[in-house]
């Protein structure tokens, strides 16, 4: 099956630093792959998302890259700001029977100190 | 105007017990999912309906039983509970043919 890995589990950066949390995988079925934020007591949220035919996409202060060849992907986030404190997931998922089955990574906590 | 709601929010039991959590989604989507969020916050899917058919069980014991009464229910019972199933549940939903998934608030479930 689907292994994710993603580091670091926990990343400490001052507002207005970048932050960077890279994932690898193992299935080469896999071919969506999202960013998930968690803020405490809540449910996960997705944030961005990329698809396999795609090397970047950006979305304001984020941005995820994708190298198939190598099975990995990163979400950066630039200018931080406290409010994006929380823990985020990245996925690898494969299409199975009509929907997308993900597998998680572990989750990194990010902590933006004012 | 809650996308995907569950409930409750909280579910204190003792082991042994057998208890629900509900879902309901008001998107219109065709697929919902069960998943299991550990103590060290490891997401892991359970099930997947589609249409009210199951698709996928990810190596859930038996004593998990989906049920989808519609579309846009996807209810989780749990019989003989023991204290490993304790964990935050979350509901979640997506278009039929879609990627994204919208998660539900989650249920602290707490076994004794």
């Known amino acids: 099956g689907e292994n994710v890995e993603q580091h670091p589990s926990t990343l400490s950066v001052q507002e207005g630093d970048s932050a960077v949390i890279k994932c690898t995988y193992s299935?080469?079925?896999?071919?969506?792959f999202p960013w998930y934020k968690q803020e405490l007591g809540k449910g996960p949220q997705l944030i961005i998302d990329?698809?396999?035919?795609?090397g970047e996409k950006k979305d304001q202060r984020i941005a995820v890259t994708l190298n198939k060849t190598a099975k990995h992907f990163s979400l950066h986030i630039t200018e931080t700001q406290p409010e994006d404190s929380a823990v985020y997931f990245c996925?690898?998922?494969?299409?199975?029977?009509?929907?997308?089955?993900?597998?998680f990574g572990r989750g990194t906590s990010l902590i933006v100190h004012p | 105007d809650t996308a995907v709601s569950q409930t409750p929010k909280y579910l204190v039991t003792q082991m042994g017990n057998d208890k629900s959590i509900k879902c309901e989604q008001n998107?219109?989507?065709?697929?919902m999912y069960w998943y299991k969020q550990d103590s060290k916050k490891f997401l892991k899917i359970m099930f997947s309906?589609?249409?009210?058919?199951?698709?996928i069980n990810e190596t859930v014991p038996n004593r998990f039983s989906p049920k989808s009464p519609d579309k846009a229910h996807l209810n989780l019972h749990i019989n003989s509970l023991e204290l490993g199933d304790s964990a935050v549940y979350f509901c979640?939903?997506?278009?039929?043919?879609?990627?994204?998934?919208?998660f539900g608030p989650g249920t602290r479930l707490t076994v004794l």
């Open positions: 996925a690898a998922s494969r299409a199975s029977g009509g929907s997308y089955i993900p597998t």
């Open positions: 979640a939903s997506s278009p039929g043919s879609g990627y994204t998934q919208y």
């Open positions: 990329i698809r396999s035919n795609v």
């Open positions: 309906y589609n249409n009210k058919e199951l698709i």
């Open positions: 998107l219109g989507h065709d697929t």
């Open positions: 299935d080469s079925a896999s071919n969506y």
